[in-house]
T-cell receptor, first 114, second 114 residues
Framework: DGGITQSPKYLFRKEGQNVTLSCEQN?????MYWYRQDPGQGLRLIYY???????QKGDIAEGYSVSREKKESFPLTVTSAQKNPTAFYLC?????????????FGPGTRLTVL | KQEVTQIPAALSVPEGENLVLNCSFT??????LQWFRQDPGKGLTSLLL?????REQTSGRLNASLDKSSGRSTLYIAASQPGDSATYLC?????????????FGAGTRLAVHP
């Protein structure tokens, strides 16, 4: 089965902790993305990666970090510097890093700060 | 700055009705516009992608139109069914950005009741 997997589905974090959200794809896509979704709002881009070992900040990167050591993996770390991390996090990928191809989305991770 | 607006924010209709969801965007310099479906607590599924040179796309009971000059798109759902209940998001891919960027609206939450 080709697709994007995200884990865990639900994640609880205490104040001051860093947590890492996993995103894996077996679609052989070059580009990968992380979005944040808050209730009643559209998706906002956190980070994107156009190729292995390269990534760029999106619109709301503060308090987040990523790595892209393998083509199929793009983990997101939510650091203690992120003041309001409770949200639904979506990972996506696309065939080409630049252009007009659609993005394919994973099932999401819901992060709650206790 | 490109902004995407979706009206209405929520819609409740009886089964069998034909309905129209609206999306507007402020900058016509786009590669394409996409409509996505999101079920509660899940990721996004691409429904239709309209390239900037196209006027409409159809898939089954769904028809999406694009009027780039006026900054508007509509998603028409024919003979609605309870299984169509979901949030529908539109997103544009702007010329600026240098990567496969998507800017999302906040979505229309649709409920189709039997």
């Amino acid at each position: 089965d080709g697709g994007i997997t995200q884990s865990p589905k639900y994640l609880f974090r205490k104040e001051g902790q860093n947590v890492t959200l996993s995103c894996e794809q077996n679609l052989n896509h070059d580009a990968m993305y992380w979005y944040r979704q808050d209730p009643g709002q559209g998706l906002r881009l956190i980070y994107y990666s156009q190729i292995v070992n390269d990534f760029q900040k999106g619109d709301i990167a503060e308090g987040y970090s990523v790595s892209r050591e393998k083509k199929e993996s793009f983990p997101l770390t939510v650091t203690s510097a992120q003041k309001n991390p409770t949200a639904f996090y979506l990972c996506a990928s696309s065939i080409a890093p630049v252009g007009t191809d659609t993005q394919y989305f994973g099932p999401g991770t819901r992060l709650t700060v206790l | 700055k490109q902004e995407v607006t979706q009206i209405p924010a929520a819609l409740s209709v009886p089964e069998g009705e034909n309905l129209v969801l609206n999306c507007s965007f402020t900058d016509s310099a786009i590669y394409n516009l996409q409509w996505f479906r999101q079920d509660p607590g899940k990721g996004l599924t691409s429904l239709l992608l309209i390239q900037s040179s196209q006027r409409e796309q159809t898939s089954g009971r769904l028809n999406a139109s694009l009027d780039k000059s006026s900054g508007r798109s509509t998603l028409y759902i024919a003979a609605s069914q309870p299984g169509d209940s979901a949030t529908y998001l539109c997103a544009v891919s702007p010329f600026s950005g240098g990567y496969n960027k998507l800017i999302f609206g906040a979505g229309t939450r649709l409920a189709v009741h039997p």
